[in-house]
């Protein structure tokens, strides 16, 4: 499915485009300035929008429309769809709420007689009463909210509100997305539709669904299974619970159906299951990484608490944190001073430089009894030791990274780790803060390595 | 148990204080200058330290000296000790490590050796292997590390790098103190007699234990009960699995033992148990507000997915979310857009501004099947609403709070909730960015009322 209309537009009109700043229509407009295309603000009361030529309607602009943003009142809807039709439009996106979510028939009837509409003039839509759609490589900000950071994760909500606040979470957790679409009612294109066009998308590594309910789920676990062979697929399910379930329908209009039908729809289509956001982040992150051969962990730390709870979280997740191979522990000893720790996880105590970071990793890296590998620092500041060597030192050792190995890193230091972590993810290694998140992401590539068949223990 | 000589010194004199910076002698020196009682640097080698007078040995300090911090080599530390004993050192901190958790017999033995000799001349010991301990009231830092922000929970750490990164990850955070104890191997004094002594510390609202093992189960329990029954108390057990288990041995010389018994133990003796450190800072922050009395949930909400993740936590937690009273739905109605909905969660919808807020919560405070209240806000920017007014709304609502019902917030908006938070917290009402944060502080207020028996249902 092509939906590079919605995504690399050639021109975008936006209905109910606005100088009141109080109105959606302003917010959409102003975002939308910074895009590269032709932007028509599309107002009858307005002679300009934000100092461009607004027209009274679509049929008045001269140039041809790929995307129509719409923000008026619900009332107007289905005609501005019939309009978006007879002009050529492509895709429009439907911000206005008040439909098929809302308990009222007339109004769920619309948002069938709109979608009529759209199929019969050949417009797909995005919604109605959801937040817009992003793509940063292009710099397109077709939404109401804040601009995501840049990356390679694929982020499609059924909630809007939901979706732009963890797009504000990311933007201070400095985490990427690619596209960012905020499905809402999903009258027309739904999780179906996205997951086959982004599963073939250069521009996302992954992709991460929040989710409530679907309509069709044979169709969707279809796409799911289809789209998981290409690229890993990390859901959150929102609506497990009974009262949860019951919320779901008066917000997108969806039922969210049993949890435990849910669960084993997605575990066999090769979703991989994310219970809160952090891990669905955390797991997104972690496929910078190559995939592991099996799940056994090789932890290094200079903190042995550190050690323990990432261990312990491992495990709690079905991976194995194994003791060394004998020429590991032998190697570990000629460098390591004597009260260090050498079995697994491997506590270098907290005198341990980036020297060491870099030789322990290397006996890992060649260790044929460790599959992924877990570096964790905690306040490596004190008694002489710069706070980047850690990172250095493992920078170092993945110079040599022959193996292949998915190497994740844990800084348990809060400010003091920020250049550390800095210096990691330039070079494409996941860092991490918290030992759930370090231990979600091993947990992930274990997966998911399980569903394109790279497992070979 | 009187600690205070350890947290409310009149002097204090440190063993291996050193001008030299890669040594934690300077570290823990340096820390020391701003507390106002004071202070004698003892090292041989130096004539001063930091610009104070340095003393050889301990003898030739004219004052007396309660508490002594000793960061030199393992092998003076007997000698040190017995020194303290002769000055009429009260408390001596042994950062210095290298003792009951290596695998050295000889070792083991010094350790065994220190405790005597500090058992004959009346010196309680922390430690030896710590990080120290601080007491953010008095401005006493006597650790290698950055101080702690001041606040309300005593954090006992048998982990010392652990307990650090926990700190560095507070700084941040803004999570506060009241002290922090790194107890090391915990030779002398360990968690019993830190409970005892911060169960009736007027400071310390809470305590919070990182625990990998005890020596006297029993004896432990039996102090954890005592101290449960005058404030919470929060534990993170390291060491669950086997991997991990075996990790804690070679980290702090305990014995972890089965988690399974630990578990039990904990949860007799009315301890709450954390999964996380970010579930127990949760939890702990939660007990500036009243204990509720009863497990009923009521959440308000300005975006439906946020409502629908917080139930779910709720009830995989065992707490409920229930339909809210026929007059709360009367009355949210007089007031709420068509569009919300008036089950529970509540979802005022995007549109919602502080004085929604403020009503909502007032029809909940009123309602009696509701005991808990989340107030839940997902970017309140859009629209022309202000970041600030949910924040007012809910100060106001509470400002009337005769129920004396828990009330805790939710910000899904990353940095744009930074003002709205601060208010609040300001007005002792704690605020969180997860749902599963706000979701674990709702569970410990209704465990801890069990505890206290404030449950009524």
Redesign the interface.
Known sequence: MNLNYFFYPRSIAVIGASND????GY?IYKNLKSYSGKKYPVNIREKEVLGDRAYARLADIEGEVDLAIIAVPREHILNVVKECGEKGVKGAVIIT??FG????ERWKRAEIEIVNEARKSGVRLIGPNCVGIMNTKANLNAT???EARPGKIAFV??????????I??????NIGFSKFISLGNMADLDFTDLLEYLSDDQESETILL?L?GVKDGRRFASSLKKASLKKPVIV?K???????S???S???GSVSGSWEIYRSALRQSGALIAE???EALSMARAFSQPLPRGKRVGIIT????????V??Q???RGL???RLSEQSIKELKTFLP??A?F???V?M??SARGEDYKMALEALLKDDSIDIIVAVS??P????ISREEHALGVTNALRKNMERKPVLALF?????STRAREILEKEGVPTY????DVSAAAQALYEYSKVRGTVIQ
Not at 21 to 24: F, W
Not at 101 to 104: H, M, Q
Not at 302 to 309: D, I, Q, Y
């Open positions: 700043q109080s109105k959606l917010e709420a008040g979510e809302t308990n009222d109401f909210i804040m909500s059924q909630s809007g509100a939901l979706g732009a606040g963890i504000y979470k990311t933007i201070r957790e929040y409530e959150i929102g609506g497990k619970g009974r009262s949860a019951e919320a779901v008066s917000h997108t809160s956001i952090d200079n903190a042995g608490g550190a050690g323990v709870l261990a312990d491992l495990e709690a194995e944190v194994p004597p009260y720790s079995r697994n996880p506590d105590i907290a905690v306040v500041t004190f008694a002489g348990m230091a809060g400010d003091v803060e918290r030992p759930e």
